[in-house]
C-alpha cells in the first residue's frame, strides 16, 4: 500500500505531534505515523490528508483523539519484575523511614504514562500488600491517551491480559467473571486517573515516587529534559524515579542521583 503522507505533510504532523506533545516521529518511525492517520482518515470519512491537518489544527478534540492513536500503549501486569522487587526491598523501607521523621503517613506515587492501568493496579497491589497498617497511599496514573485512561479507569482485563499477576495477588483482588477479571472496588479507590501531557507541569508537588517507564525513548532531548525537570519539582526532598530499564538520563543536566539496588537501577531526589 502506497504511503499517505508525502515528506511536506510528513513534516507538518511531525512538527505538531511534537509541538502538543514532545513525542517524536523520524524516518525509522514514520510507517506507524502513517498507518495510524490512514485509520483516523477512515474513521472521519476524508479524501485527503490536507483535510485531515485543517480538522487536527481547528479542533482540539481531533488533536487529542490524534494523538491519543499515534502513541504506543504496549503494557502488562508486573513488567519488569525487578523494578518492583527494588520498590518492596529498599524504596518502600527508606520512604517509611523519612516518613516517621515528618509524622506524614501517607505515600504518593505517579505512574505517568500509564496506558491502560496495568502499572498503577500493580503499584496498588504491593502497597496494599506491605505497607504497614497505619500508612496509606495513593496513586496517580496518567496517560495523554483518553482511549487507554477509560481501560484503567474500568479495570476489566481479558483472562490474557492477567498473567503475570501472582495468585495471591489475582484472589485478593480482583472478581473472575466469565470473559476476564475486575479489579475490586477498594484497589480502584486508591488510584486517581487523569489526562496528562507530559511537556506541562503536572503541578503535583511533595510525591515520593514517580514511575514513568518506556516513554522518555519517545520525546527528543530537549523534551526529555522539560520533562525531567518537571518530575524534579513534583517529587518531595526524599524520593526516587523510575524509567524504563533500557533508558538513562546518562549524559542529561538532571540533578537527580543514580542509584543501584541489589534488585534494579533507577534514580533518586535527596535534597
Same mark, same amino acid.
Not at 47 to 63: C, F, H, N, R, T
Not at 135 to 162: P, W
Not at 210 to 216: A, D, P, Q, S
Not at 229 to 254: A, R, V
Given at each position: ?5 508525502? $515528506? ?48 487536527? =489544527? ?7 483523539? =490524534? ?57 496498588? =497491589?504491593? @502497597? ?14 496518567? $496517560? ?53 501531557? @507530559?511537556?506541562? $507541569? ?46 538513562? @538520563? ?15 537501577? @533507577? ?5
Amino acid at each position: 500500500m502506497a504511503d499517505l503522507l508525502n $515528506d511536506e505533510q510528513f513534516d507538518k504532523f511531525r512538527k505538531v505531534i511534537y509541538d502538543e506533545s514532545g513525542i517524536t516521529f523520524s524516518a525509522t518511525n514514520r510507517s506507524i505515523l502513517d498507518s495510524r492517520l490512514k485509520e483516523r482518515l477512515r474513521e472521519k470519512q476524508l479524501q485527503s490528508i490536507d483535510d485531515y491537518y485543517k480538522l487536527v =489544527m481547528s479542533d482540539q478534540g481531533e488533536m487529542k483523539t =490524534m494523538l491519543d492513536s499515534v502513541t504506543t500503549n504496549l503494557t502488562r501486569f508486573f513488567r519488569n519484575q525487578p523494578h518492583f522487587d527494588a520498590l518492596v526491598n529498599y524504596v518502600i523501607p527508606h520512604i517509611l523511614e523519612e516518613k516517621k521523621k515528618t509524622g506524614d503517613n501517607t505515600i504518593r506515587i505517579w505512574s505517568a504514562g500509564c496506558s491502560t492501568g496495568e502499572e498503577p493496579y500493580t503499584i496498588a =497491589m504491593i @502497597l496494599s500488600d506491605v505497607l504497614p497498617p497505619s500508612y496509606k497511599f495513593v496513586v496517580t496514573a496518567s $496517560d495523554i491517551s483518553l482511549k487507554s485512561l477509560m481501560v484503567g479507569q474500568q479495570g476489566f482485563y481479558a483472562n490474557n491480559r492477567v498473567d503475570g499477576i501472582p495468585e495471591k495477588y489475582l484472589t485478593r483482588f480482583f472478581t473472575k467473571t466469565e470473559t476476564g477479571y475486575q479489579v475490586n472496588k477498594e484497589l480502584m479507590s486508591k488510584i486517581h486517573f487523569d489526562y496528562h501531557n @507530559l511537556r506541562n $507541569d503536572s503541578g503535583a508537588r511533595n510525591l515520593d515516587v514517580i514511575f514513568c517507564r518506556n516513554v522518555l525513548i519517545y520525546f527528543d532531548e530537549a523534551a526529555q529534559l522539560t520533562t525531567i525537570n518537571h518530575f524534579w519539582n513534583s517529587l518531595g526532598p526524599h524520593s526516587y524515579l523510575y524509567i524504563g530499564h533500557s533508558e538513562s @538520563l546518562f549524559g542529561m543536566n538532571t540533578k537527580f542521583e543514580f542509584l543501584k539496588t541489589q534488585w534494579a537501577c @533507577l534514580y533518586q531526589k535527596n535534597e
